[in-house]
């Protein structure tokens, strides 16, 4: 059970997990349970059990890769990828250990793997446990005391280029998570941002999130290539296949211009122009490894909240098993019936000779009134829901042992679990 292929900064450049980027979830389609993460640090797909590699390469990364860089991934299986699973969640996996973004960038990835039918009972499992883990890290160690992020790293690296911030003008393009903790931190040091999007509309949507006194000036993608040239600051980080910050644009400027390109694929083409400086999500990891060494004692106490996890899931899946609860229905209502029937008996209501026949009346009856449940109960083994369903059943009828507690589970039912 559970299978996953890992690209991440440790064993692919920014080059290969650009090339990753282009596979989409569909790619998977012929795959019951699958779901791909695919982040400015990472490109990994998530199965429900172990695959054949070379089958995997020719149907699918072969469209993107070569096969010597297909080698170059890591392979986790079993009580590893579950392991692997909860550290990536805690962000104990991150370049940037303790960054807060991956949980989210994992909710997304489940949400959509789920809501187009990749995702069933196997997955849904490891991902939820995986949220409650991550945040047991968070509460019970200093890992995230200090939020940062590649997107603040970056924003640090620009302060330590100039020494001091305040005043200048910064082109953000994008407007997702990782351009709005780049603005958040640009706001910090007192830059004014020129904020770029091809859908103006989110650009102002993010604007009036954050805050009127704010100076931040809107544009249109179209007005891209004239900006590049205005400002010594950019930030790049769109979902764009391709570079959207192309040679052609770039123009000589009297002063030295600094350009963080955040995504993946690049934003950025490979640039000609001798005064312009660009810095990508891999050169950021020598300030991330100095957060790492700050981190060095939490990151030893977290692997052993990791560990104690592992031991709490394989728990928690005998804990959801419905064979246990079927036969508890079972033998509950049997239970019940021979006590009132004897309880009959003994009080004279029923004669002692029709005690057995009597018997087998309600135990065919309570058969029959199962029969449903019990259908269901099996035929809904293999679906997300099924886990919600035997927690609220061992509720209701007191039967003893782990539950899920659905109220904590970091995955929220209102973001579509039982549509």
């Given at each position: 059970?559970?299978?996953?292929?890992?690209?991440?900064?440790?064993?692919?450049?920014?080059?290969?997990?650009?090339?990753?980027?282009?596979?989409?979830?569909?790619?998977?389609?012929?795959?019951?349970?699958?779901?791909?993460?695919?982040?400015?640090?990472?490109?990994?797909?998530?199965?429900?059990?172990?695959?054949?590699?070379?089958?995997?390469?020719?149907?699918?990364?072969?469209?993107?890769?070569?096969?010597?860089?297909?080698?170059?991934?890591?392979?986790?299986?079993?009580?590893?990828?579950?392991?692997?699973?909860?550290?990536?969640?805690?962000?104990?996996?991150?370049?940037?250990?303790?960054?807060?973004?991956?949980?989210?960038?994992?909710?997304?990835?489940?949400?959509?793997?789920?809501?187009k039918?990749?995702?069933?009972?196997?997955?849904?499992?490891?991902?939820?446990?995986?949220?409650?883990?991550?945040?047991?890290?968070?509460?019970?160690?200093?890992?995230?005391?200090?939020?940062?992020?590649?997107?603040?790293?970056?924003?640090?690296?620009?302060?330590?280029?100039?020494?001091?911030?305040?005043?200048?003008?910064?082109?953000?393009?994008?407007?997702?998570?990782?351009?709005?903790?780049?603005?958040?931190n640009?706001?910090?040091?007192?830059?004014?941002?020129?904020?770029?999007?091809?859908?103006?509309?989110?650009?102002?949507?993010?604007?009036?999130?954050?805050?009127?006194?704010?100076?931040?000036?809107?544009?249109?993608?179209?007005?891209?290539?004239?900006?590049?040239?205005?400002?010594?600051l950019?930030f790049?980080?769109?979902?764009?296949?391709?570079?959207?910050?192309?040679?052609?644009?770039?123009?000589?400027?009297?002063?030295?211009?600094?350009?963080?390109?955040?995504?993946?694929?690049?934003?950025?083409?490979?640039?000609?122009?001798?005064?312009?400086?660009?810095?990508?999500?891999?050169?950021?990891?020598?300030?991330?490894?100095?957060?790492?060494?700050?981190?060095?004692?939490?990151?030893?106490?977290?692997?052993?909240?990791?560990?104690?996890?592992?031991?709490?899931?394989?728990?928690?899946?005998?804990?959801?098993?419905?064979?246990?609860?079927?036969?508890?229905?079972?033998?509950?209502?049997?239970?019940?019936?021979?006590?009132?029937?004897?309880?009959?008996?003994?009080?004279?209501?029923?004669?002692?000779?029709?005690?057995?026949?009597?018997?087998?009346?309600?135990?065919?009856?309570?058969?029959?009134f199962?029969?449903?449940?019990?259908?269901?109960?099996?035929k809904?083994?293999?679906?997300?829901?099924?886990?919600?369903l035997?927690?609220?059943?061992?509720?209701?009828?007191?039967?003893?042992?782990?539950?899920?507690?659905?109220?904590?589970?970091?995955?929220?039912?209102?973001?579509?679990?039982?549509k």
């Open positions: 059970m559970y299978f996953i292929i890992s690209f991440n900064y440790r064993n692919s450049d920014i080059t290969l997990r650009g090339k990753l980027a282009k596979l989409k979830l569909e790619d998977f389609k012929n795959y019951k349970e699958v779901m791909v993460l695919s982040t400015c640090n990472r490109f990994e797909v998530y199965f429900d059990k172990k695959y054949d590699l070379n089958e995997l390469y020719k149907n699918i990364f072969s469209k993107v890769i070569d096969e010597e860089e297909f080698k170059k991934a890591e392979i986790y299986e079993g009580k590893d990828a579950i392991r692997h699973t909860f550290r990536v969640a805690a962000s104990l996996d991150s370049m940037v250990v303790g960054e807060a973004q991956i949980t989210g960038q994992l909710k997304e990835a489940f949400m959509e793997s789920y809501e039918h990749y995702m069933a009972q196997d997955l849904t499992r490891l991902i939820h446990f995986s949220f409650k883990c991550a945040k047991k890290v968070r509460n019970q160690t200093q890992i995230s005391s200090e939020p940062v992020s590649v997107a603040s790293i970056a924003v640090k690296k620009a302060k330590e280029k100039l020494n001091d911030l305040s005043g200048y003008s910064a082109v953000v393009v994008g407007v997702g998570d990782t351009a709005k903790i780049v603005c958040k640009l706001i910090k040091e007192g830059v004014n941002i020129i904020l770029v999007n091809r859908t103006v509309e989110n650009a102002f949507a993010l604007k009036e999130e954050l805050g009127d006194e704010v100076n931040i000036d809107v544009h249109p993608l179209e007005k891209l290539p004239k900006l590049i040239n205005n400002y010594r950019l790049s980080a769109t979902a764009s296949k391709e570079p959207i910050i192309k040679n052609e644009f770039i123009k000589d400027t009297s002063y030295k211009r600094i350009w963080f390109d955040l995504a993946i694929p690049c934003d950025i083409e490979n640039v000609e122009c001798t005064n312009v400086e660009i810095i990508k999500v891999d050169d950021l990891k020598n300030i991330s490894e100095e957060n790492l060494r700050k981190r060095k004692k939490e990151l030893v106490f977290a692997n052993d909240l990791i560990e104690k996890c592992v031991v709490e899931f394989y728990k928690y899946l005998q804990s959801v098993s419905i064979e246990p609860v079927i036969k508890f229905l079972q033998d509950k209502a049997k239970e019940c019936a021979t006590m009132s029937l004897k309880n009959a008996v003994k009080k004279k209501y029923i004669p002692a000779e029709y005690e057995e026949d009597v018997e087998k009346i309600l135990h065919n009856a309570f058969k029959r199962l029969h449903n449940p019990n259908l269901t109960l099996r809904m083994a293999d679906s997300p829901e099924v886990d919600i035997v927690s609220s059943l061992k509720r209701l009828f007191g039967i003893k042992g782990d539950i899920l507690d659905i109220n904590k589970c970091e995955y929220h039912m209102d973001k579509g679990i039982l």
